[in-house]
């Protein structure tokens, strides 16, 4: 069993004279009252890879005696101060869950004790008037030795401020403002590990990254391909713990890779990234198939709630969460399987050797100006393409078919937009702000029309068991209806973005 909470916290070099250094936090903000705890003995043994993936990516792993909370504590990064702590009952090894929950950090190399950790802690408990704890002071008397053979051994004083659940980040804030007058500074590690391998002679070695010249059109590309791949790595234990909308992160995440490494092939040798998007597609794709479930359930359960009740014949809420509990079963453990495998974390490993040795190509090394602007431009032309050939459809299978296609067309110019918009500014902004519009249009059609036809499968299924098919036909209808209204918005919605004066910016 597992527990998992959010953890936001400073860390500060300790005050001289020890707790007696510590300024008087009362009347600091909410803070009513300080009470005082300990001294605790905490013991932790810290685990990582050989080559320390877990440090590399802000990311530890500790067996931990001692204190309230003993067993084992996972913690990850999240923004600013704060970070994912999960935790595990204390037990020799570690524990499957946690180490499930760190595979696409570690891409299955053994881990192994790197470090041990004590502390001598005195706590310090800020509460509100209510006798409510806001946040901790924690003191430490730090002791580290490496684990390696030989490894070497360091002391030091920790100051810890910690957030209580629930309490405003702003808090740290008016805690800081008080210690600095006290001349108590942030310390210059952001964790015990990270100090701890520093001063015993066991720091991270980060693997250096292919020169790219600053300012070029390869910087640009890769500045956003290392941020997505440094999100899809992080959404994996989210997506692991089913925590809302992170499968959905995660798919994005794989098409806006996707979507930069088609549209840039001038920056970017093809050799090398035709196989990734490849891959990046299949990962997509099983992903997709619990998030489209998910979306579909939600827009179907939606529009049923809206409906007078007088036009709710037959047990439709009953069918309806049958049906998303079959598929959403299904599409479940088909990511799960998916995020087992070997061909998974292959392509973990292939994308972190495409951003620390990048395949360029000469004109990653130009000015991103013309490089950028017309990798957009070609993008603009595939989508205006798409969309003639889809206006010229008669209506039918055959034009929805054909606005689908155009729809990934404009989610692929808005991302070739969005990898552009830091070196071309706000001409590709806006650019990128109306294909969005044109997505968002054709994707509302095409939930429509995909909608219709589980609609149908609903209805049939309600018949054959005996069951009032009306409310599943009248929502087959509401449905129609509404794909052919975006239909005849559309037009409208293109002559926007397909605007010459959108485009004139970024043909000069």
């Known amino acids: 069993m597992t527990q998992s909470k959010r953890e936001t916290e400073r860390k500060y070099e300790p005050p001289s004279g020890g707790v007696a250094g510590l300024p008087d936090l009362t009347g600091a903000g909410p803070v009513a009252s300080v009470t005082t705890a300990g001294p605790e003995e ?5 685990h990582d890879t050989e080559d320390l993936r877990l440090a590399r990516s802000s990311v530890t792993l500790r067996r931990r005696t001692g204190g309230p909370d003993a067993g084992w504590h996972l913690k990850l990064p999240l ?7 999960v935790w595990a009952a204390l037990s020799d090894d570690v524990p499957e869950s946690l180490r499930e929950l760190a595979l696409s950090r570690t891409r299955g190399a053994e881990l192994r004790p790197v470090v041990r950790i004590r502390s001598t802690r005195t706590v310090r408990r800020l509460r509100d008037a209510d006798g409510r704890v806001l946040a901790e002071l924690s003191l430490d008397e730090v002791r580290a030795d490496a684990s390696a053979s030989g490894g070497g051994r360091a002391e030091w004083g920790e100051l810890e401020v910690e957030l209580a659940d629930g309490v405003p980040a702003g ?10 007058k006290k001349g ?33 059109a390869g910087a640009y590309v890769l500045a956003y391909v290392s941020e997505q791949v440094g999100k899809l790595v992080s959404l994996d234990p989210a997506v692991r713990g ?6 959905h992160q995660m798919r994005v995440t794989c098409r806006r890779l996707r979507g930069c490494l088609r549209s840039y092939r001038s920056v970017l040798d093809r050799r090398v990234t035709d196989p990734l998007r490849a891959e990046l597609r299949w990962l997509a794709g099983e992903l997709g198939a ?48 998916a995020l087992a495998t070997p061909r998974y974390l292959r392509l973990l490993d292939a994308l972190d050797s495409l951003v620390r040795r990048p395949p360029l ?50 989610k692929k110019l808005r991302y070739a937009a969005e990898v552009a918009r830091p070196a071309l500014g706000k001409p590709v902004a806006r650019l990128g702000k109306r294909a969005k519009a044109v997505q968002r249009l ?18 049939v299924a309600a018949h054959g068991a005996g069951e009032s098919a009306f409310t599943w036909g009248l929502l087959h209808g509401l449905e129609r209806a509404g794909a052919e209204a975006r239909q005849q918005e559309l037009p409208e919605v293109w002559r926007a973005a397909s605007d010459p004066a959108l485009r004139a910016p970024l043909e000069h």
Request: proline share 5%; hydrophobic share 40%; glycine share 8%.
């Open 42 to 46: 905490l013991d932790a043994v810290y």
């Open 79 to 85: 923004a600013g101060d704060t970070r994912e702590e």
């Open 171 to 180: 808090l740290l804030d008016v805690v800081e403002k008080k210690l600095r």
């Open 184 to 216: 108590i500074v942030r310390a210059d590690s952001p964790s015990k590990l990270a100090r701890a391998l520093r001063e015993t002679g066991t720091e991270v070695d980060r693997e250096p990254r292919s020169a790219v010249v600053p300012g070029s």
């Open 242 to 247: 089913d925590l809302p909308d992170a499968v």
């Open 290 to 337: 619990a998030r489209d479930q998910e979306v579909l359930g939600e827009r179907i359960g939606a529009a049923v709630a809206e409906l007078p009740d007088t036009l709710v014949l037959g047990p439709v809420a009953a069918r309806l969460r049958v049906w998303e509990v079959s598929q959403g079963g299904e599409g479940r453990s088909r990511t799960r399987e």
């Open 361 to 410: 190509r000469a004109k990653a090394a130009g000015k991103p100006a013309r490089t950028m602007a017309r990798a957009v431009l070609k993008e603009y032309g595939r989508l205006a393409g798409r969309m003639e050939r889809a206006m010229a459809r008669p209506a039918g299978r055959s034009r929805e078919a054909e606005l689908h296609e155009a729809r990934k067309a404009a």
């Open 442 to 459: 054709l994707g509302d059609h095409q939930d429509a029309v995909v909608a219709q036809d589980t609609l149908r499968e609903l209805a």
